[in-house]
């Protein structure tokens, strides 16, 4: 008996002491975000160094993350869990939780739009005057400024939870804006920046063209990434290929070098402790961050990541899962490199990135961690570069070792399940291993900015998980809030904050931000739905051009009267005035709708009725009056 509990007390010894992979159930998919465009400048504050860096197309973004557009940039962020956000010029916006079904984020100042294109997400957004919380299927526009925050509802209804009198105020499309200060609400006329509605009518229109085409990706593909399933069609093809006892759909590039390899168009980035792939191909995000790359026959192939596997389908067992990048890492001397994992190979890492075959790294394991290189399928495949190299070059195409080979690793490098001071000499005072580019930035936000952030990280460290549905039923219950109908508040206005790197630090004193309105547009900016705020007595005598920067208003001495059934456009350059003392009458066809009590008539070739219900067109009941109409028509041409 003791013999049996002698062993049972070795066997727990030894499980315990083994590190082995977690499982899919054992760790849940970290929501990744993606930085899928950029116009001028984006920065990245990273908190290890107080400091900003320039941010590239690809870059990931995730919880704790702050981002700040330059004077004159703009860009648009997209989350798998169905949220996109698009912020305009000096936007600073740092991401509080992403989940499932959250994602909640706060502006601090600029101006940003946000779509919620999930189907069970709730975005919260918020401000230093209160949040706002977007249910599925809705749009709003966020400008917050340092006086004020102004909420425009672009597409269905959200609602504003103001922090100063713990009151709701619904936003809806079409109708007046929520603009608030720290005190009060009020009505905003719900009216946008028409360069800010431009821009982001391109991107509409991008994304708009790229889903009308539909090819082989987007049925292979799982729903969370078929946005972008373009890049893989317009970069490659698919093929059944033998692999793993079975034919499987793999995509192969066909847009590469000839002895193109994975991990070698890019470069690394450490990414809260992790090395992580910043791609410089069109479709390197996807295939390098979610699936799996494999080696068959001659070639590279890249397995698609599939939400279930069932029998009989032609897919590995790739999860849905983010990953930073999955490789082995080997070192000898000077040198560092990388080998792709096979799928069936353990990823070792910093964070809980979720799925199986993944080893979460700490302080106690890695001793514990015991690496044979030779077991890796893809070894020969290694990618090896000088140190040097590593965090300076943004294609290591050219600089890779090509006198590498299977043997040559085996017998000289080490294997290493993270890079860290071991693998690479001095590696944490190396400051350029946050860099996405070697570009420099020569102008950063004011270190003014860094209070918001920080008063958000404690926020973030406190660990506070809200679920969509219990956030939806608070906000529920708040009680709706009256509007000061008579307060005047300020449009927002922010300070440029943006500065020369070399007066980051000096102190606010010193420094003479300049204020403007986040809306740069004339005040007569179209309303985003075709129900104003206030509706126009005269608008008749508008044009048919619904969005005209500066209407041009065909109005007669004195208006038409209000609400007319079908508002006429075609009104003569010089209208007759409404009241003549002695109205010219020209015999029509059909008499003139006896409503109005002096009817005009015009010798126009297409009279006017003021009133008809049913407003018609004729032409002049004499012949003699034709050379009136073309001296007319000639001064409408002229217009």
């Not at 600029?110 to 949040?131: C, E, H, L, Q």
């Not at 067992?317 to 490789?327: A, I, L, S």
């Not at 508040?489 to 931000?513: D, G, H, L």
């Not at 075709?530 to 048919?544: C, D, I, L, N």
Request: net charge positive; with cysteine.
């Amino acid at each position: 008996m003791k013999r049996w509990m002698g062993l049972l007390v070795c066997l727990v010894l030894v499980s315990a002491s083994m590190v082995s992979p977690s499982s899919a159930e054992d760790v849940p998919a970290m929501m990744v975000g993606r930085v899928f465009y950029i116009e001028g400048d984006l920065l990245r504050y990273v908190p290890a160094e107080q400091d900003w860096v320039a941010v590239v197309q690809d870059a990931p973004f995730g919880t704790e993350d702050t981002l700040f557009s330059g004077s004159q940039g703009m860009a648009e962020l997209i989350v798998p869990d169905g949220a996109w956000i698009r912020i305009g010029n000096s936007t600073q916006v740092q991401f509080i939780t992403l989940g499932t079904d959250l994602a909640e984020m706060d502006v601090a100042s600029g101006v940003a739009r946000f779509y919620n294109k999930g189907s069970d997400t709730a975005i919260k957004v918020t401000s230093p005057f209160g949040y706002v919380l977007a249910y599925p299927g809705t749009v709003f526009d966020f400008y917050v400024g340092d006086n004020s925050v102004e909420v425009v509802a672009v597409g269905g209804k959200v609602s504003f939870v103001h922090s100063a009198t713990e009151a709701k105020y619904d936003v809806e499309a079409g109708s007046p804006s929520i603009i608030a200060d720290q005190q009060q609400v009020s009505l905003g006329e719900g009216t946008i920046d028409p360069a800010w509605d431009g821009w982001n009518r391109v991107r509409e229109n991008f994304w708009a063209a790229k889903a009308s085409v539909r090819g082989r990706s987007f049925e292979l593909l799982p729903p969370s990434l078929r946005d972008e399933s373009y890049t893989l069609d317009e970069n490659g093809t698919w093929q059944r290929i033998y692999y793993a006892g079975a034919e499987r759909w793999f995509w192969r590039p066909t847009t590469v070098a000839l002895g193109w390899s994975p991990f070698t168009v890019g470069r690394w980035t450490d990414w809260y402790g992790d090395q992580t792939w910043i791609p410089a191909e069109p479709f390197g995000y996807i295939t390098h961050h979610y699936g799996n790359w494999v080696y068959a026959g001659d070639s590279w192939y890249w397995a698609p990541p599939v939400a279930s596997v069932s029998v009989g389908m032609p897919f590995l067992d790739v999860g849905t899962y983010w990953y930073p990048g999955r490789v082995l890492w080997i070192h000898t001397g000077p040198y560092v490199g990388w080998v792709p994992l096979a799928p069936n190979e353990t990823y070792y890492c910093y964070r809980p990135w979720g799925g199986p075959r993944v080893v979460v790294v700490n302080n106690i394991n890695i001793t514990q961690i015991n690496i044979n290189v030779q077991n890796y399928a893809y070894v020969n495949h290694a990618v090896v570069v000088n140190q040097n190299n590593f965090y300076n070059v943004n294609n290591y195409r050219n600089v890779r070792m090509t006198n590498i080979n299977r043997t040559t690793i085996i017998n000289n490098y080490h294997a290493a399940p993270v890079v860290n001071n071991t693998v690479i000499s001095n590696y944490t005072a190396i400051k350029q291993r946050y860099n996405f580019t070697n570009a420099a930035v020569k102008e950063k936000p004011h270190n003014t900015v860094i209070s918001r952030i920080q008063h958000n990280e404690k926020i973030i460290h406190e660990g506070r998980k809200e679920k969509a549905a219990v956030l939806r039923e608070r906000v529920k219950s708040i009680p709706q809030g009256r509007v000061s109908r008579g307060a005047r508040i300020e449009q927002p206005k922010i300070p440029n904050y943006i500065v020369p790197a070399s007066e980051v630090n000096r102190p606010k004193s010193e420094m003479k931000f300049q204020q403007t309105e986040i809306k740069k547009g004339p005040a007569s900016t179209k309303p985003i739905s075709p129900r104003p705020p206030k509706s126009e007595v005269a608008e008749p005598t508008k044009p048919v051009s619904p969005r005209p920067p500066k209407p041009e208003v065909l109005t007669p001495t004195k208006p038409v009267p209000p609400r007319p059934p079908k508002p006429e456009v075609t009104a003569p350059a010089k209208p007759v005035s409404p009241r003549p003392p002695e109205p010219e009458v020209k015999t029509p066809r059909k008499p003139v709708p006896p409503h109005p009590p002096k009817p005009e008539a015009v010798a126009p070739a297409k009279p006017i009725p003021p009133h008809p219900p049913k407003p018609e067109v004729k032409a002049p009941a004499k012949p003699g009056s034709k050379e009136k109409p073309k001296e007319k028509a000639g001064q409408r041409e002229n217009q």
